[in-house]
Structures are given as structure tokens and as C-alpha cells.
């Protein structure tokens, strides 16, 4: 049995209804498997947690920063991908509480999991939103998701790292980086890409990818990493 008083420690949250606090933790693979299981799905929930998180995160930084809707824009989308909100949820120790299937269970560090926990942390938020109500929810997304943005805008993370590691080239350099094809490898519907990234002549790093795209962004962060930027 999952002791989901745990994680209300963890979230400093006490639900009323505790079987919504369950439900978000409930991945329809699951239910394919225990058809009698007494709770729904999640993304009922998912659905209402991802509308009340960008309204509340949108009215955070309209109130508290002055800066052009461009800006904004960035900066919500950082703090509202899949990426971010699956991290936040790990921290936080979804994995001991989700319900997920047995074949889900064991796909611990797959690209799978990372959506699965960030939809589990959307869910989180509209269940305490039916639960608790608005200012519970504020709260809760200002101390657990809001309180990166400071780290956000001072490394730049708002930017893809593609645009981070060439406005810092042509800073400190004046060279615009380039990219080339190291190596295609896979069928049509399965390749895998190795693509080098370089300023001049210098092979900075290189990354991997189902797409050249995701090999250049791959390759671009481990550049920013090599660099120390």
C-alpha cells in the first residue's frame, strides 16, 4: 500500500479528499491492467491542473515583472515544460506514488516517464484546486515552481541552448557556431543522428539525437557544459 500521508508532508499540503491526491498519481496503463482499480485515470485532472498553473504563473509574472510579453512568454514556457515539471515531480518523490503498468514501471529513465510525471505534477494542481481552492494553489506552484524563475532568467535557461551557446560564442568569440552530420545511423523510422558542433575549426562537443535538430540542441548543451558557460 502507497502512504500517501508521505507525500502531503512532502507538498506541505493536508487534502480533505484524499482520493484526489491518488487519482493524480493514476497513469491509464494502470488501469488497463486493474480494470476494478476504484479511481480514474488522471487526465481528467491533468487537463484542469495544466489551465490553472499557466493562469497562475502568467498572473505571477504579469504583477511582479515589467518586461515585454515576449519576455514573459519565455520565461512561462520554462517554467511549465515537460522537462521542468518532471524534475519538480521527482524531487518531490512521484515515483514511489505513481500507479503505472507493469511494463510503465520498469521504464524508470525513458522520455515516456519524464511526460508521465510531468502530467502527474498537472494533475497535482488541479487536484488541489478542486480540493483546496485557488490561494492553496497559489501557493503550492509559487514554492515549488515559481521559486526557479530567479535561476531561469539569470542562466539564460529560458533560451534553447542552440541560441544560448551562439549569443555567448559571438560574444565572447565573434564566431557564429556551426554544425555537421558526424554520423546517420537506423532505419528511415528509427535513425539516430551524431552531429558535431564548431567554432572555426574547433570541434567544441558533440550530441545525439532521433533528429538532426535534437543533435544539434544536444550537442549545443554539452558545448555550454564544455565551456563552462
Same mark, same amino acid.
Given at each position: 500500500?502507497?502512504?500517501? @500521508?508521505?507525500? $502531503?508532508? #512532502?507538498?506541505?499540503?493536508?487534502?480533505?479528499? +484524499?482520493?484526489?491526491?491518488?487519482? %493524480? !498519481?493514476?497513469?491509464?496503463?494502470?488501469?488497463?491492467e486493474h480494470p476494478d482499480f476504484s479511481l480514474d485515470q488522471n487526465e481528467r485532472l491533468e487537463f484542469l491542473g495544466?489551465?490553472?498553473?499557466?493562469?497562475?504563473?502568467?498572473?505571477?509574472?504579469?504583477?511582479?515583472?515589467?518586461?515585454?510579453?515576449?519576455?514573459?512568454?519565455?520565461?512561462?514556457?520554462?517554467?511549465?515544460?515537460?522537462?521542468?515539471?518532471?524534475?519538480?515531480?521527482?524531487?518531490?518523490?512521484?515515483?514511489?506514488?505513481?500507479?503505472? @503498468?507493469?511494463? $510503465?514501471? #520498469?521504464?524508470?529513465?525513458?522520455?515516456?516517464? +519524464?511526460?508521465?510525471?510531468?502530467? %502527474? !505534477?498537472?494533475?497535482?494542481?488541479?487536484?488541489i484546486y478542486l480540493d483546496l481552492g485557488w490561494e492553496e494553489t497559489k501557493r503550492f506552484i509559487k514554492e515549488n515552481?515559481?521559486?526557479?524563475?530567479?535561476?531561469?532568467?539569470?542562466?539564460?535557461?529560458?533560451?534553447?541552448?542552440?541560441?544560448?551557446?551562439?549569443?555567448?560564442?559571438?560574444?565572447?568569440?565573434?564566431?557564429?557556431?556551426?554544425?555537421?552530420?558526424?554520423?546517420?545511423?537506423?532505419?528511415?523510422?528509427?535513425?539516430?543522428?551524431?552531429?558535431?558542433?564548431?567554432?572555426?575549426?574547433?570541434?567544441?562537443?558533440?550530441?545525439?539525437?532521433?533528429?538532426?535538430?535534437?543533435?544539434?540542441?544536444?550537442?549545443?548543451?554539452?558545448?555550454?557544459?564544455?565551456?563552462?558557460?
Amino acid at each position: 500500500m502507497k502512504d500517501f @500521508s508521505k507525500l $502531503e508532508e #512532502k507538498i506541505k499540503i493536508k487534502f480533505k479528499n +484524499q482520493n484526489l491526491l491518488k487519482q %493524480a !498519481m493514476v497513469h491509464r496503463s494502470y488501469l488497463n491492467e486493474h480494470p476494478d482499480f476504484s479511481l480514474d485515470q488522471n487526465e481528467r485532472l491533468e487537463f484542469l491542473g495544466d489551465a490553472v498553473l499557466e493562469l497562475i504563473v502568467t498572473e505571477y509574472l504579469y504583477n511582479n515583472y515589467p518586461n515585454p510579453e515576449g519576455e514573459l512568454t519565455n520565461w512561462r514556457a520554462s517554467l511549465v515544460n515537460s522537462k521542468m515539471l518532471a524534475t519538480i515531480a521527482q524531487n518531490l518523490g512521484f515515483n514511489d506514488y505513481l500507479y503505472l @503498468s507493469r511494463g $510503465e514501471s #520498469k521504464d524508470a529513465n525513458s522520455k515516456a516517464r +519524464q511526460y508521465i510525471m510531468a502530467n %502527474a !505534477m498537472e494533475a497535482l494542481i488541479g487536484a488541489i484546486y478542486l480540493d483546496l481552492g485557488w490561494e492553496e494553489t497559489k501557493r503550492f506552484i509559487k514554492e515549488n515552481i515559481l521559486n526557479h524563475l530567479p535561476y531561469i532568467i539569470e542562466h539564460k535557461l529560458y533560451m534553447d541552448p542552440k541560441s544560448r551557446f551562439q549569443e555567448a560564442s559571438q560574444d565572447k568569440y565573434g564566431i557564429t557556431p556551426s554544425y555537421k552530420v558526424l554520423s546517420e545511423t537506423g532505419p528511415d523510422h528509427a535513425k539516430n543522428f551524431v552531429v558535431g558542433v564548431y567554432l572555426a575549426d574547433e570541434q567544441v562537443a558533440t550530441g545525439e539525437g532521433t533528429s538532426k535538430q535534437e543533435a544539434q540542441v544536444n550537442a549545443a548543451q554539452k558545448a555550454l557544459e564544455v565551456k563552462g558557460w
